[in-house]
């Protein structure tokens, strides 16, 4: 009975239905979007991020991060290698050297980091490779062939085919000079990183700079990415004290930290609207209840318990907040479909997006149905707690009150 006259009277009043449903709908639709654009877009940042050339995961030496140092270097590479070899839940993996030298070119001199890598294994670890902007990019017998960042590059004045000579220490601590020819010149789009990089193959690394067998690090690629953090733990147990096994999340731990720091900016800014919004509501239905108040009189004069009024009124209020909240869903949820699969590019602010360590200017929305469907519950529990005080108000008149209020 109650459900059937809720209907009727969310029918009757068609236009204050309408606008209550619409506000309703717009609400829970911003909601839907909002969430998927903030968690698609620091999804992508840390993505991006990881993958230009980080790593999701990295194994080192145990004092290594702390004091990344030759005396703290993984001195058995191939041991490391044989163990990942094993695991099956690793995708690709690949060691590297890392050193920090003097470039030279001409009149110019810049410090910078010269890192041996496996050219095939990298094209799976980075974007290295497909960061290409000049030249060739490397491959496994490469000798003195370097590939090197484009804002390096453009310190030394080096164009591809060109000399830079280099002075650093190898692993041993002995002196290491070369003279290196550039291959390929990449752009990930990161200033620092293009800024302080250069590249050679790992076997012609390890011969200059006496680091046969050596690696500051290995890089691994799970095959399951979110995973990342327990196959850490996993590979931790097998490899031994010796060595640390670190995720991204710790590895680039001020990354998470801005992400976190950004989303709790978002949605307290998102709150302060949707507090408004809610108090609009609210204040829209305390009038479109008042103006029924001689209807509620009407009801309680036959007989009608303030029990029944009040459950009659949030029939009709959860109604109306279902229906809202369902179509609102869908059209967020429909937004955040699309621009899942076709991501919202701005064009011309990649020095913006720099600043979170981020190449790409292309953000696409997060579609977690899940996520949806926890967002429209929320709206609907708003929208339902919004007419609780009017209606609360209302069934206090007496109904002698109620049928003359004017």
Request: no cysteine; aromatic share 12%.
């Amino acid at each position: 009975m109650l459900f059937k006259l809720a209907l009727r009277n969310i029918t009757a009043h068609k236009k204050r239905s309408s606008v209550t449903a619409l506000l309703t709908a717009i609400m829970t639709a911003l909601l839907v979007f909002s969430s998927a654009w903030i968690d698609g877009s620091h999804d992508t940042m840390i993505q991006s991020a990881v993958e230009i050339y980080p790593g999701y995961l990295q194994i080192t030496g145990k004092e290594f991060r702390a004091n990344p140092s030759y005396d703290h270097l993984i001195f058995d590479a191939a041991a490391i290698e044989q163990e990942l070899a094993q695991n099956n839940d690793i995708a690709s993996f690949g060691a590297r050297f890392e050193s920090f030298v003097l470039f030279s070119a001409d009149e110019k001199a810049v410090g910078g980091m010269l890192t041996g890598i496996e050219p095939e294994k990298e094209v799976h670890l980075s974007r290295l490779s497909s960061s290409l902007k000049k030249g060739e990019y490397l491959s496994a017998d490469d000798t003195n062939q370097v590939y090197i960042g484009h804002e390096l590059a453009k310190r030394l004045k080096l164009g591809v085919g060109d000399e830079v000579a280099f002075v650093g220490s190898g692993a041993d601590y002995s002196f290491a000079a070369d003279n290196l020819k550039v291959k390929g010149i990449f752009q990930t789009g990161l200033f620092d990183f293009d800024a302080n990089s250069a590249f050679l193959a790992k076997g012609y690394f390890d011969r200059i700079m006496v680091a046969e067998n050596y690696a500051t690090h290995f890089i691994v690629l799970p095959k399951r990415p979110g995973q990342a953090a327990e196959l850490a733990a996993a590979i931790a147990d097998n490899i031994g004290p010796q060595y640390q096994s670190a995720s991204w999340n710790q590895t680039m731990a001020g990354l998470v930290k801005a992400m976190k720091l950004d989303s709790i900016f978002s949605y307290i800014t998102l709150g302060i609207i949707f507090i408004v919004i809610f108090f609009v509501i609210m204040i829209y239905t305390f009038l479109a209840v008042f103006a029924r108040i001689r209807e509620i009189g009407i009801l309680r004069a036959i007989g009608t318990t303030p029990k029944q009024i009040l459950a009659l009124l949030l029939l009709e209020s959860s109604l109306l907040a279902l229906i809202s909240v369902v179509i609102g869903g869908l059209i967020g949820g429909a937004f955040a479909h699309y621009f899942h699969h076709n991501p919202i590019v701005f064009a011309g602010m990649e020095e913006q997006f720099k600043q979170y360590g981020l190449a790409a200017s292309a953000m696409p929305t997060a579609f977690m149905p899940l996520m949806i469907l926890r967002d429209m519950v929320v709206m609907f529990g708003l929208s339902v707690l919004s007419t609780l005080y009017p209606i609360l108000k209302v069934n206090r008149f007496r109904p002698v009150e109620a049928i003359h209020h004017v």
